[in-house]
């Protein structure tokens, strides 16, 4: 089982639509979370850091279910401009010799008009 | 403000060369981390230097190798290039060592291997 799971897609919603995706993490030890958008052949852009008690960033809300052992990122009035790859990341270990960061493979997202 | 500038953007090379690829990270930051992207996938981290030194590994063969210097600039070198290592080359930086920081990413380097 991999680390850090996701969805591949692709999502293909119209413009205007709310689509969520989740990603599912292995390790219960895992402390910080983050969604990052990857535009094609582009690098990765953080979009939201994901909190315990979940946050929210205008169209895009993130929360975490640690008790599930995973995190969603849901888009609200979908644009255009949101069609991308969204990657779901894991770290844990703080600043210890241990600590990992696992990228998710990503969820490709597309808005059509 | 600059942010992470990689170097060089493409490069193709022959199984068995080695290659150097160059990081500069964001004004103020001190800790870099490279990543390897192949189509379709996520970035796999390679290693992380903070303070002139590998601090954290992926699960990445010794062939793999870099450096950090006193600026904070750094280098991945490939050894021994094999045609599995094609693919997007990405180095971010972040502050003091640590992974629950957001990472800035480059624009990466395009490795190609003939």
């Known amino acids: 089982r991999k680390e850090v799971e996701q969805d591949p897609g692709p999502f293909n919603v119209p413009e205007g639509a709310t689509v969520a995706f989740n990603c599912t993490y292995s390790n219960s030890a895992s402390q910080s979370f983050f969604w990052y958008r990857q535009d094609c052949r582009k690098e990765p852009k953080l979009l939201m850091s994901v909190y315990s008690s979940g946050n929210e960033d205008g169209r895009f809300t993130a929360q975490l279910n640690r008790a599930s052992q995973y995190i969603s990122l849901l888009i609200r009035d979908s644009k255009l401009s949101d069609s991308a790859t969204y990657l779901c990341v894991v770290t844990t270990g703080g600043r210890s010799s241990a600590s990992k960061i696992i990228f998710g493979s990503g969820t490709r997202l597309s808005i059509r008009p | 403000d600059a942010g992470v500038t990689q170097s060089p953007t493409h490069l193709i090379k022959t199984r068995g060369q080695q290659v150097t690829l160059r990081c500069s990270p964001k004004s103020g930051h001190d800790t870099v981390s490279w990543y390897q992207q192949a189509l379709g996938q996520g970035p796999q981290f390679i290693f992380q230097?903070?303070?002139?030194?590998?601090?954290q590994r992926g699960n990445f063969p010794d062939r793999f190798s870099g450096h950090q210097f006193p600026n904070y600039s750094s280098e991945l070198n490939v050894n021994a290039l094999l045609l599995g290592d094609s693919a997007l080359y990405l180095c971010a930086s972040s502050e003091r060592g640590a992974f629950n920081q957001p990472q800035h990413f480059g624009d990466g380097t395009r490795l190609s291997i003939l």
């Open positions: 230097y903070y303070e002139e030194e590998e601090r």
